[in-house]
């Protein structure tokens, strides 16, 4: 298959993930929007983003990361070699060690709760206390979907797990709103949705595995334990949980700094996350999840000259994507803030927190990007050392840059922390690939000069948008919020992204004419 036959497959098989991921994105950045205007950068604000990263860290550490890496590469083997008995052996053992598992760390995280909250500095001690242990059996829910989504992704079926965590931000908002009296205040009330969606996140995906004939039921812990199956994924994952445990910490420590710099400091940081996260998740996060089993495959059967050429075309289509919205968002940044979160408690102090914080964790995305296809391509050959040591790396990075920047720079310090630790990450990692003799990255010299080329063309376009911006804000300065500031939003965005496309076209980029070549016959 060639370079123009992978991207059009990457483009099939990623359509429909994209598009539900994107309207994910857009309803986690509405479930932001409903915390900006209940909470803004309250104490109460930064208890419930204390509370609920804790258990979000742990599905992180346990469910993500490790079941995606160790468990589909793991499961695809067996679908290739194995009965329909052992199959379903396999499948029950790893979900009896699962459960165990994840509701053995709920208690005590439940339990210790009191014992972890004092390390954020944060006002609200009892709530935040209480915030935490209401959220914390989100991960067991999250955790079984992390597993479910591992058998549908094997079988090429995205669409639930693609669907699933849109459940989890219509519960948020909806509790929000209609619970936010009844529960006290609208912290406790999104609490209770985030738990509500987790358990509709791995409830939804059941029926279609079962419609896809996979089966499994409780066994003895001790015959899961011992299950080849578990050993082998448990063997995966041990290396994988230190560089996991590694990458999360970097959020613990840091949100831990920021608890300390100020009021507000978590908050802003966490908004500004939202915003990264949303751009990412629109179509990069898709590529990711519908490369790793493809990469498995390739990998097991030995089709090395495939496995580069889906590797190369993802890459490129990333930094195209990335590159170009990254100068964007540093162009638009406080505008798009506005436009969102402004309003009620979210105050001029708010926005210029998240700002300040925006600006350094935008630089980021291409990054972050990278490391998403970049670590699948390790994870597919059951080489999980190569990313646990590109992780724990960029934590040392991470953890001195913040300890030493926090306290000049508070919010600012720590975002650009994070993007330096995500830019060694990305260098090891391509560092490592080059080690892999069935790994030939012909085109790096040719990536690295179209990435120049795309900054050079994104500063060109940003100009003309710099120089409208302010004129476009006074125009509508009279509006409501979201014409006032959603209208020059939309007008940069086309003029930004119109002269971008033009000088790809007329500069006859070869990866844009590809793309709109796939959109033509389509």
Request: charged share 15%; aromatic share 10%.
């Amino acid at each position: 298959m060639d370079a123009m036959a992978t991207i059009r497959s990457l483009l099939i098989h990623g359509s429909t993930l994209s598009l539900l991921t994107m309207v994910s994105r857009v309803l986690g950045l509405l479930r932001e929007m409903t915390k900006a205007r209940l909470l803004g950068t309250t104490a109460l604000s930064d208890a419930f983003s204390v509370a609920f990263m804790i258990p979000n860290l742990f599905r992180r550490l346990f469910a993500e990361g490790s079941i995606a890496v160790a468990f589909i590469p793991t499961f695809k083997k067996r679908l290739v070699e194995g009965g329909e008995d052992e199959l379903k052996g396999f499948l029950s053992c790893v979900f009896t060690f699962l459960t165990f598992f994840v509701t053995a760390v709920v208690v005590v995280g439940i339990l210790v709760s009191p014992l972890i909250v004092p390390l954020f500095g944060l006002t609200e001690f009892d709530e935040t206390v209480l915030l935490t242990r209401i959220m914390f059996p989100f991960l067991a829910f999250i955790s079984i979907a992390a597993f479910f989504q591992g058998i549908l992704n094997s079988v090429g079926v995205f669409t639930p797990s693609g669907a699933a965590p849109i459940l989890l931000n219509v519960a948020t908002i909806i509790c929000a709103y209609a619970l936010k009296d009844v529960m006290g205040n609208p912290a406790r009330a999104m609490a209770v949705g985030i738990l509500i969606g987790g358990f509709l996140e791995a409830a939804i995906q059941l029926p279609f595995i079962l419609k896809k004939g996979f089966t499994f039921f409780f066994k003895s812990i001790r015959k899961a334990v011992k299950h080849p199956g578990t050993q082998t994924i448990l063997k995966l994952i041990a290396p994988t949980i230190i560089g996991m445990a590694a990458y999360q910490l970097n959020d613990l420590v840091s949100t831990a700094l920021a608890g300390n710099a100020g009021q507000g400091v978590v908050s802003s940081l966490q908004y500004s996350l939202r915003l990264q996260e949303l751009i990412l998740g629109i179509f990069v996060v898709s590529i990711g999840t519908v490369l790793l089993p493809d990469f498995a495959e390739h990998a097991k059967t030995g089709n090395w000259d495939m496995f580069n050429v889906r590797l190369q075309s993802a890459i490129d289509i990333v930094a195209l994507i990335t590159v170009p919205i990254t100068f964007f968002a540093l162009c638009q940044g406080e505008t798009l803030i506005r436009l969102l979160f402004q309003g009620r408690s979210f105050t001029e102090e708010s926005v210029a927190l998240t700002k300040t914080a925006f600006i350094f964790h935008a630089p980021a995305l291409l990054f972050i990007a990278l490391n998403r296809i970049l670590a699948p391509a390790f994870y597919a050959q059951s080489d999980t050392k190569s990313p646990t040591f590109a992780g724990i790396v960029s934590f040392v990075v991470n953890m001195a840059l913040a300890f030493v920047l926090v306290e000049g720079f508070r919010g600012a310090g720590i975002a650009f922390a994070l993007t330096a630790a995500s830019a060694v990450n990305t260098v090891l990692l391509f560092c490592f690939l080059k080690k892999n003799p069935f790994i030939k990255m012909a085109g790096a010299l040719k990536t690295i000069l179209h990435i120049v080329k795309l900054c050079l063309f994104s500063v060109i376009a940003s100009v003309p948008v710099l120089l409208l911006n302010q004129r476009l804000l006074t125009l509508f300065v009279e509006r409501n919020r979201f014409i006032h500031y959603g209208v020059p939003f939309v007008i940069a965005a086309f003029v930004y992204f119109a002269i971008e496309l033009v000088l790809l076209i007329v500069t006859k980029d070869a990866l844009t004419h590809k793309l709109i070549s796939i959109v033509k016959s389509r």
